[in-house]
């Protein structure tokens, strides 16, 4: 009898650890089991596989433009509906400008069935659009344009210093983002938002400075300067202060 419980104890054990190491041996609980059947591996990946539902990242990418941080707007959310046969269905559409301060923005138009959704989308849209605009001393406009898209007819001028962001509506936060201090502006025709923007950007797209007018046909800037009017001495000053 003796030898018999001595040979059923010590089978006990041979037939309960495995060979490998297990989650057991490290936490003294019994292994997680995926649906599967198999032992489960970290917690939030079940049954072990890594396309599993594991745990979100919720970490946001960075920037196309090196994680630089962006200046985002929220010009408009409009809410709108659609009738189905159970009733109506709500959704919301954003329109939000996105710029650097630094003579580079974009607008987008995003939308969802929940508010922030629509926000994110319409940002991520203003991101890839983006455009460089040339700006005279890194505050206001080098010269005047005119901007027209649907009933919208949108007019920029630029300012001396001190003068202020003169514009309403969404035209102000174009020029808050895209880091523009002194400027003048005169919308005409609808107050659309979307037409107001899309009107902004045709306007600041047509922007051209000294410096590049001055290398496509070859001159020099004070060359161009002079042709203005300005005197020799004042041509040159102003050439070496323009630096795009």
């Avoid at 059947?37 to 396309?51: E, H, L």
């Avoid at 969802?112 to 991520?124: C, D, G, L, M, N």
């Avoid at 700006?135 to 001396?160: E, I, N, Q, W, Y």
Wanted: glycine letters at 16%; aromatic letters at 2%.
């Amino acid at each position: 009898m003796a030898d018999e419980n001595t040979t059923g104890q010590g089978n006990q054990p041979e037939a309960v650890l495995a060979p490998e190491t297990t989650n057991a041996d490290v936490t003294g609980q019994a292994p997680r089991r995926g649906r599967g059947g198999g032992a489960g591996g970290p917690v939030g990946n079940r049954g072990g596989r890594d396309g599993g539902r594991g745990r979100r990242d919720d970490r946001r990418p960075r920037d196309d433009d090196g994680g630089e941080e962006l200046i985002e707007k929220l010009v408009h959310i409009n809410r709108v509906s659609k009738t189905v046969k159970g009733g109506k269905r709500f959704g919301f559409a954003a329109l939000v400008v996105v710029g650097d301060g630094k003579g580079r923005a974009g607008f987008g138009h995003g939308k969802a069935r929940e508010v922030p959704e629509a926000i994110s989308k319409a940002t991520a849209a203003a991101k890839k659009s983006m455009i460089r605009v040339p700006l005279r001393d890194g505050r206001t406009l080098h010269h005047d344009g005119r901007g027209h898209f649907g009933a919208g007819l949108v007019t920029v001028r630029s300012a001396p210093a001190g003068t202020g962001i003169i514009a309403g509506g969404p035209m102000r936060a174009v020029f808050e983002s895209l880091g523009v201090a002194d400027v003048v502006t005169k919308s005409n025709g609808t107050s659309n938002p979307y037409n107001m923007i899309r009107a902004t950007f045709e306007a600041l797209g047509e922007q051209t400075s000294p410096k590049s007018v001055a290398q496509r046909r070859g001159k020099k800037v004070s060359d161009l300067i002079k042709r203005g009017g300005a005197s020799d001495r004042a041509a040159e000053a102003e050439a070496a202060a323009v630096t795009e």
